[in-house]
């Protein structure tokens, strides 16, 4: 997509977003949307959460307003000059201490709030796009809002990215010459720099998307602007984690350019290619991250979304993925949290001539897969596998350092193509092993830990809640179009474990439903226009079944999930492995016996052992082996 059509959308956007403002003076209140988060009942709101949200809707906006104003300084949407709107808003925001809208000083508060984020990112666009707002103040308008800046830079945040947003109004202060604590600011950067986990990912409590649309992107900015000249040592490290980051960045979208939905604040979508706009914005050309490369990844995640006939609600874009889905949101959300995902609008602050803009769209490294082919690939320090599906066009995220239960990260799979599911609170959980002891509820493990990778396999391990919790080994082969399973169980106690496939959701009606039987194992596959699933059970599990949810599939009210189980008879059983096959697809070809059923034989590496503990030998039809050894896990694995 090219500039005009990015300055269309954007266009589109904001006035959905205006549809909710009747003229220059009606402050951006938007109406409550279905789910959590703040405030509860607009009516019912507190003076200080409707301020809150409106002043997060007037900043999250801006990221869009403000580079269409820097196109058309003359922007009007109803017949309200756009550029005097967010002037008169902005201000009364934060510096008018009479207005029922004032957010407050930031000493008002005794902890981290909201407006801290908003001001730092007011900030960044005031760095990059000073014409937009910054400049058209008079000085008396500039002294006030300073003053305001001066104290959320010095205030309250908290451990994780929030660092940033004090950092970026330090910068801020710094560049046009006001008094500012530079000490601070770069404590600020040291400690944000301590939460890098290698491989260009910083651990923001979990790795996520936070690394693309706040480290990433905020220190580009910071960095170009400020810290090449004022802190070179500081420049220096995070010029280095992003040359780190931009070797792998673009595997993790689909062949379109499709985000996969992971990690907290999914609400944010797109936000998640921010990193394509902080490659453009950094002061030296990325060999990687080309500008045709980039821009095509940016527009893909785009169109995924505004294209989407879900993505609006009541003119704005949905708390959920596609469209509303509450589990998807957290407490900290309102209903102009998703407009933070229109931070990589920054890229056009690019001039009109910048090659992001003028360069042809590259496939990056989708033009080398085929049909037959995937990339896959282990980063240690987030613990990610991250594989293309040649065949499909799909990306896929396996995490292996997973420390709690969160939909948002607990699964063991997030595929580009098929989102997460919410936890459900009985036997079967979309893209999750469950295990149930005895008369117990079933229960996702408390933690996965990684073992590694090794000759392209993933090691994990799977530990459940209880005193001498039982655990599960888990090693993961890919194959086109999917993976080949192997889950050791380890316990004690009478024992049933599940494991779920990807949920289907129910579009138009049920999805079709096939079984067959290759080689003597049963295989069950699923069916809705241009997307299907199937599961091969080759040894060890029970039996194959489909269970229908409700509420929890980010795209349909229903929606069903092929799984297997294993059962116990017996306490003190023996170490059992399963074997199974997962698999996807993005089109209505007809599954064939070879894709359903691609294993020759399976056989212990070694006679000499235990067959528990000696590895299994993989051979495939087409010829492929693969060597299982899950080796000393418990000594191997690691949860960081």
Known sequence: MDRDGWIACGRHILEGAFSHVSNIRDPMFFPKMPGPGYPVNNKAASRQQRSAAIFEAIARTFNIAAPLILDNPDLTIKGIRIQDYYKKHLLELITDQNSDIFIGHASDYSQPVQQTCEMGNLCLWMIIAPDAFWNVLNPKEKAALVKAIQGWAHGHTLPHNWRWFNAMMSAFLAIHGFDYNKQLMLNHIDHLLLHYAGEGWYRDTSCDYYTC???????????????????????????????????????IFSRKGEVIMYGRSILYRLGASAGMAAAALRDERSQVLTPGLSRRIASGALLQFATHPGFFHKGIPALGFYGPFPSAIQSYSCSASPFWMFI????????????????????????????K?????????????????????AAEIRPSKIHNQDANY????????????????????????????????????????????????????????GHLPPSIDMASVMIPNGEIRIDRVRRMDICQVHIGHFSLPHLAGEPTITEREIDGKASLQMKIPNRQLAMTLYSGWDRLGIKTITGLNPEAKKASIIHAEMKDKNNFGPVRILVSILLHKTDDSRWTELELQPIASITPLSLDIPEALAGLLIKLKNGTEHRVEFQAMDGTNSIW
Request: net charge positive; glycine share 8%; proline share 5%.
């Open 373 to 393: 082919t995937l990339y896959n690939s282990y980063w240690k320090g987030p613990g990610f596998l991250v594989t293309n599906h040649g065949k499909t066009g």
């Open 344 to 371: 990589n609008f920054t890229c056009l602050t690019l001039p009109k001539d910048c090659p992001f803009w003028t360069e042809k769209e590259e496939m990056g490294h989708w033009g080398n897969l085929n049909d």
């Open 213 to 251: 649309h706040v480290f990433h992107l905020y220190a580009a900015v910071w960095r170009a602007y400020y810290g090449r000249k004022h802190a070179p040592k500081h420049a220096k490290v995070l010029n280095q984690h992003f040359k780190e980051f931009e070797k792998h960045y673009p595997q």
């Open 410 to 465: 607990s699964r063991l799979v997030y595929n580009s193509a098929f989102p997460w599911a919410a936890n459900s609170k009985k036997d079967v959980v979309a893209g999750a092993i469950t295990l149930k002891r005895g008369k117990e509820e079933f229960d996702l493990p408390r933690m996965i830990s990684s073992a590694g990778a090794r000759e392209g396999i993933l090691y994990r391990q799977a530990e459940f809640s």
